[in-house]
């Protein structure tokens, strides 16, 4: 599964570790996070992410 950077503050979503403040289970894509989930550093939207390798 791909990790995810957020344009606005660097922070890397990765898929092995989810977001367990945000309830996000790890193994979690980014693509089955809800759409209301935002960055849990900077609060941006998932349409601020790119993907990276």
Request: charged share 25%; glycine share 10%; with cysteine.
């Amino acid at each position: 599964m791909k990790r995810y950077e957020c344009s606005v503050c660097g922070y890397i979503y990765d898929p092995a570790d989810g977001d367990p403040d945000s309830g996000i289970a790890p193994g979690t894509s980014f693509e089955d996070l809800p759409e209301n989930w935002s960055c849990p550093i900077c609060g941006a939207s998932k349409d601020q992410f790119t993907p990276i390798d």
